[in-house]
């Protein structure tokens, strides 16, 4: 399994990024996605998930700024980042979970992740 995360960049606080995560292999609206980040000397962490039906979770301090979505014609998972804050700055991973999406208190697990992309970085400052 590919995953491809495009999208990363420099923006600074208050601007808006979108994420992009897409595979040449297999067809992700049949599968839970979901958003991941890190930042240096953090645990990675989950921060939206999108389910194959399409139930959508996010970590609290990303709601109301950040929109999930799937665009199946295109074979692609979106994260829509708005409103970006410095402790947005992370390395973004895309990744998959073949079972089902895995979540704690609505959050993304990665004990749940099957396959994760290569990252993509963010940088929010100014």
């Known amino acids: 399994v590919q995953l491809v995360e495009s999208g990363g960049g420099l923006v600074q606080p208050g601007g808006s990024l979108k994420l992009s995560c897409s595979s040449s292999r297999m067809s992700l609206g049949s599968y839970c996605i979901a958003w991941f980040r890190q930042a240096p000397g953090k645990e990675r962490e989950g921060v939206a998930g999108i389910s194959a039906v399409g139930k959508i979770y996010y970590r609290d301090s990303v709601k109301g700024r950040f929109t999930i979505s799937r665009d199946n014609a295109q074979n692609t998972v979106d994260l829509q980042m708005n409103d970006l804050r410095p402790e947005d700055t992370s390395v973004y991973y895309c990744?998959?979970?073949?079972?089902?999406?895995?979540?704690?208190?609505?959050?993304?697990?990665?004990?749940?992740?099957?396959?994760w992309g290569e990252g993509t970085l963010v940088t929010v400052s100014s």
């Open positions: 990744a998959i979970d073949l079972w089902g999406c895995t979540t704690v208190d609505g959050i993304p697990q990665v004990s749940g992740v099957d396959h």
